[in-house]
């Protein structure tokens, strides 16, 4: 009985012990293994069995891409300028073992290598070129620090500058010079406007009397035209008239004398002819020369008319 129960506490000994050194690595994880104080082997994620009494975890180490803020760090540009800058670094662990074993204290490692990279690149810039090149310093520590941390296990895969604090003085004369220029570009801007402003006001102004005096010039042909028509129209009823009046005594004289046309019928009868082709379309009129007879003869007519 005594041997049964000293065999069961054996037996859970066993087991336990076997529980004991069963591991799980989650995910994004590796364990670092020793057995008797050196290194023996990584584990990845999944179950993992280690020897009891002779394997120990020596480091769990996270894959994960890491962040780290270090405080702002005095730096001294080209121009003899000192201003406080503060990084922002994004690493990641790719080699569990060299991370273990490679550097006693990696982040303060990186912190340091980050500072010294840091007053190297902007002590070769000056102020301005520093607050302008940001992507220039961010590339430059980016590439350093990776080189110089690949032994350690470590990817630094971004570098980005946080802060760029100036001395007071600075951030002062920069305030300055920033409103300067923005009521210098403000002036130009309000004389531009204005200028524009005039230019449509006078091209206006150019375009309203033109097309006054295109109404004006519209307006006095259209009258020159009327009072043409007027005319024209006031002469054709005076001929028409005149030839009427004529016409009737020529009728008259040919009754009273005999069939034969006298000079005077002729001359008539000529003069209703040119009457009718001044009527026409045609540009040119042929003016007869023995008009001055015909006259004559209007006039002697209507005289006698008269008595």
């Given at each position: 009985?005594?041997?049964?129960?000293?065999?069961?506490?054996?037996?859970?000994?066993?087991?336990?012990?076997?529980?004991?050194?069963?591991?799980?690595?989650?995910?994004?994880?590796?364990?670092?293994?020793?057995?008797?104080?050196?290194?023996?082997?990584?584990?990845?994620?999944?179950?993992?069995?280690?020897?009891?009494?002779?394997?120990?975890?020596?480091?769990?180490v996270s894959l994960k891409e890491i962040v780290v803020d270090f405080p702002p760090q005095p730096v001294i540009t080209k121009d003899n300028v000192t201003m406080k800058i503060d990084t922002v670094v994004f690493y990641q662990i790719t080699d569990p073992k060299l991370f273990t074993y490679g550097v006693a204290s990696p982040i303060i490692a990186i912190e340091n290598l980050t500072a010294?990279?840091?007053?190297?690149?902007?002590?070769?810039?000056?102020?301005?070129?520093?607050?302008?090149?940001?992507?220039?310093?961010?590339?430059?520590?980016?590439?350093?620090?990776?080189?110089?941390?690949?032994?350690?296990?470590?990817?630094?895969?971004?570098?980005?500058?946080?802060?760029?604090?100036?001395?007071?003085?600075?951030?002062?004369?920069?305030?300055?010079?920033?409103?300067?220029?923005?009521?210098?570009?403000?002036?130009?801007?309000?004389?531009?406007?204005?200028?524009?402003?005039?230019?449509?006001?006078?091209?206006?102004?150019?375009?309203?009397?033109?097309?006054?005096?295109?109404?004006?010039?519209?307006?006095?042909?259209?009258?020159?035209?009327?009072?043409?028509?007027?005319?024209?129209?006031?002469?054709?009823?005076?001929?028409?008239?005149?030839?009427?009046?004529?016409?009737?005594?020529?009728?008259?004289?040919?009754?009273?004398?005999?069939?034969?046309?006298?000079?005077?019928?002729?001359?008539?009868?000529?003069?209703?002819?040119?009457?009718?082709?001044?009527?026409?379309?045609?540009?040119?009129?042929?003016?007869?020369?023995?008009?001055?007879?015909?006259?004559?003869?209007?006039?002697?007519?209507?005289?006698?008319?008269?008595?």
């Amino acid at each position: 009985m005594e041997a049964l129960i000293i065999g069961g506490f054996i037996v859970i000994f066993i087991v336990s012990i076997i529980i004991a050194n069963i591991r799980i690595v989650p995910q994004t994880k590796s364990y670092v293994i020793e057995r008797l104080g050196t290194y023996n082997t990584t584990w990845d994620s999944g179950l993992n069995f280690k020897f009891p009494f002779i394997d120990k975890i020596a480091k769990k180490v996270s894959l994960k891409e890491i962040v780290v803020d270090f405080p702002p760090q005095p730096v001294i540009t080209k121009d003899n300028v000192t201003m406080k800058i503060d990084t922002v670094v994004f690493y990641q662990i790719t080699d569990p073992k060299l991370f273990t074993y490679g550097v006693a204290s990696p982040i303060i490692a990186i912190e340091n290598l980050t500072a010294t990279t840091l007053r190297n690149i902007i002590g070769d810039m000056e102020l301005d070129q520093t607050l302008t090149s940001r992507d220039i310093v961010n590339t430059r520590m980016r590439s350093t620090l990776d080189e110089a941390t690949d032994p350690w296990g470590i990817k630094i895969s971004r570098v980005e500058l946080k802060n760029i604090l100036p001395p007071k003085d600075i951030q002062e004369a920069m305030e300055k010079q920033m409103r300067a220029e923005r009521e210098r570009r403000e002036s130009i801007i309000i004389a531009e406007g204005d200028k524009r402003s005039s230019v449509l006001r006078a091209e206006g102004e150019k375009e309203s009397r033109i097309l006054q005096a295109e109404a004006k010039k519209r307006e006095r042909i259209l009258d020159a035209e009327a009072n043409k028509e007027s005319q024209v129209r006031i002469a054709e009823g005076e001929a028409e008239a005149i030839l009427k009046v004529a016409t009737a005594k020529a009728e008259s004289f040919e009754v009273l004398n005999s069939n034969v046309p006298k000079p005077e019928i002729l001359q008539l009868k000529a003069m209703n002819a040119f009457i009718e082709a001044s009527k026409g379309e045609a540009n040119k009129i042929i003016i007869p020369t023995d008009l001055a007879n015909v006259v004559g003869f209007l006039t002697g007519v209507v005289d006698s008319i008269k008595k």
